[in-house]
C-alpha cells in the first residue's frame, strides 16, 4: 500500500469521524478524553512481556489464563501504549521457524508486514488449518479470550511485525441505540482482507514510528476506528467468508511466485512485462491482481521490500548510507533518500539516529 496516500486517506477519514462525533454528540470529544484520562490508573493493558510462554493445551488453560508467546522472542522496536491499547512493533530474527500462540483478554490484531512466504498452519485449538502463503501486509485477528496458535516457516529475511492490544471496553464509545454490544461476537480471521483495516493500520503504523501532538488519544481513536470496522467485517454481524485470496486479487500461487521474482535480485528492477510473462498473465491483468492482493503496485512493492532491507542495514554502523543505497538497488543516495523519506515519512539520517 502507497504509505503516502493511504496515510493522507486514513487522516482524512479520521478528521471527518471526529467532526461528526463532536457535531452530533457535543463535547463527545471532550468526554472521551476525560474517560482516557479517569481509567488511566485502573485499566492499563494486561498484556505479557513479549516471550512469555504459556500452556500447549487449550483445553486445559484455566478460564483465567493468559498466554502471550512468541518463539523465538522477537526484538521490540517500538512501543506505544494508550489507556485503551498498545502497540509494538517487532522483529523476529532469521530462524527455521517460529511459533505465536495467545489468549489474552484484549483483542489482538498482528501486521505481518513481510507475509509467510512459506506459508503457515494455525489452531484455534479446536481445529487446525494451513495456508501455502501470506501475502505480504497480511492481517491476523485473535478477539479476546480466543485461543491462536500459529506456525510458520520464516522468510529469507527477519520477519517484521506489528502488534496491537485493544481493550474491549473501549466499545463503550460507541453510542448506537441500533446495536447490541453485549450481542457482538468477534470471530478469528487469518489473512483478513479488508481496505478501510488496512488503511488504519498504516495510519497506526506511522504514529508509532513517528508519534505527534496528542498521540494518545489520536491512537485510541484510530483504534476505536479499526474496532468498529472488525465489527462489520469480523463479527457474526456479517456473513462467514473466507476467501483464498482478496476478490480481483491473484491465486496464491501466483502470488507468491510473482513476489520471489520481485524479491530476486534486488541491483535489477523486473519489468512489469517480465513478471507478468512469467506468470501467464496480461501485464494490465497483473498489475490489478497484484494491487488487489498486497494494497501495493509491483513498482511500489519492490521499493517497500528495498527500503525495509535499508532498514536492516542500518543497524550495521559500519555501512554507510551510500553503500545501503548502492547494495538495495538505489542509484545513489540521493535517490535512496528521497524514496525512504516518502515511504517511511523521515530521512534515512533520522531513521538511523532513532535507532
Given amino acids: 500500500m502507497t504509505r503516502t496516500n493511504t496515510v493522507e486517506q486514513i487522516g482524512h477519514q479520521e478528521r471527518l469521524f471526529l467532526g461528526t462525533v463532536a457535531a452530533v454528540q457535543p463535547g463527545a470529544v471532550v468526554a472521551m478524553k476525560a474517560q482516557s484520562a479517569a481509567r488511566k490508573a485502573s485499566a492499563r493493558l494486561p498484556m505479557v512481556d513479549i516471550g512469555r510462554s504459556g500452556p500447549n493445551d487449550v483445553n486445559s488453560t484455566p478460564e483465567n489464563s493468559e498466554i502471550h508467546r512468541i518463539d523465538p522472542p522477537a526484538l521490540a ?19 527455521n521457524s517460529m511459533e ?10 498482528i501486521l505481518l508486514t513481510d507475509g509467510l512466504s512459506r506459508g503457515c498452519e494455525w489452531s484455534d485449538g479446536r481445529q487446525t488449518r494451513r495456508s501455502s502463503f501470506l501475502a505480504p501486509n497480511a492481517v491476523l485477528f485473535n478477539p479476546a479470550l480466543s485461543y491462536l496458535r500459529i506456525r510458520a516457516m520464516t522468510p529469507q529475511n527477519d520477519c517484521h511485525m506489528m502488534m496491537l492490544g485493544i481493550q474491549p471496553a473501549l466499545m463503550e464509545w460507541h453510542d448506537d ?4 454490544l453485549a450481542a457482538v461476537q468477534f470471530r478469528q480471521e487469518v489473512g483478513l482482507h479488508d481496505v478501510q ?13 513517528r508519534p505527534a501532538v496528542n498521540g494518545a488519544f489520536y491512537v485510541d481513536a484510530l483504534l476505536f476506528l479499526l474496532l468498529t470496522r472488525l465489527m462489520r467485517c469480523a463479527s457474526n454481524l456479517v456473513e462467514t467468508s473466507k476467501p483464498t485470496y482478496a476478490k480481483g486479487g491473484l491465486p496464491s500461487w501466483r502470488l507468491k511466485r510473482a513476489i520471489e521474482i520481485l524479491e530476486g535480485d ?11 510473462q512469467l506468470i501467464g498473465l496480461h501485464p494490465t491483468s497483473f498489475c490489478r491482481g497484484f494491487k488487489h492482493s498486497t494494497g501495493l503496485s509491483p513498482h511500489r512493492y519492490i521499493l517497500a521490500h528495498r527500503i525495509n532491507r535499508a532498514k536492516e542495514m542500518m543497524n550495521d554502523q559500519r555501512l554507510s548510507l551510500t553503500e545501503i543505497a548502492l547494495d538495495c538497488g538505489f542509484s545513489g543516495s540521493s535517490q535512496f533518500s528521497v524514496v525512504f523519506k516518502r515511504i517511511t515519512g523521515m530521512s534515512p539520517r533520522e531513521y538511523r539516529r532513532a535507532l
Avoid: N, W, Y
Avoid at 100 to 108: G, I, Q, S, V
Avoid at 266 to 276: C, F, I, S, W
Fill in 100 to 109: 505465536l500462540e495467545f489468549m489474552t483478554p484484549c483483542h489482538l490484531v
Fill in 266 to 276: 534486488l541491483a535489477q528492477m523486473p519489468t512489469v512485462a517480465e513478471v507478468a
Fill in 177 to 180: 441505540p441500533e446495536v447490541d
Fill in 197 to 209: 483495516v488496512s488503511q488504519t493500520l498504516s495510519a497506526l503504523q506511522q504514529e508509532l514510528e
Fill in 77 to 95: 522496536i517500538r512501543t506505544f501504549e494508550t489507556t485503551h491499547g498498545r502497540l509494538d512493533l517487532m522483529k523476529l530474527p532469521k530462524q
